[in-house]
């Protein structure tokens, strides 16, 4: 005995004598978007100081503020990451981390 259905073991139909495609590589453009708030330190703001019927106020106006250079100063960016990667050990990683070019970069304080 066998244990092919009846008929079925020289049917070429049956699910057993399929073949896997074989493996073909291609190229693929990959596009995300990625957010993330972090803190960043920054002195060019303009600081507004002034009295109203309510009494004294101090406002903060950070509309001027450089926050994508501070950004690029201070935090490590997905497209740099590779740098920051023990090629050593994780060849694969840094690949994958590395060649990453920005579409849009922007950055809004909350």
Known sequence: MDNFPLGAKYDSR????????????IEVTVSLTLSKTVKVKVTDYVIEEGEDEDGPY?????????????VEEQVILPQDASLYVDVGEHLKAADDLSGWHVDEFICEKV
């Open 58 to 70: 101090c406002y903060k106006d950070f509309s001027e503020t450089n926050l994508l250079g501070a």
């Open 14 to 25: 049956a699910p057993w004598y399929e073949e896997d495609n074989p493996v073909e590589e």
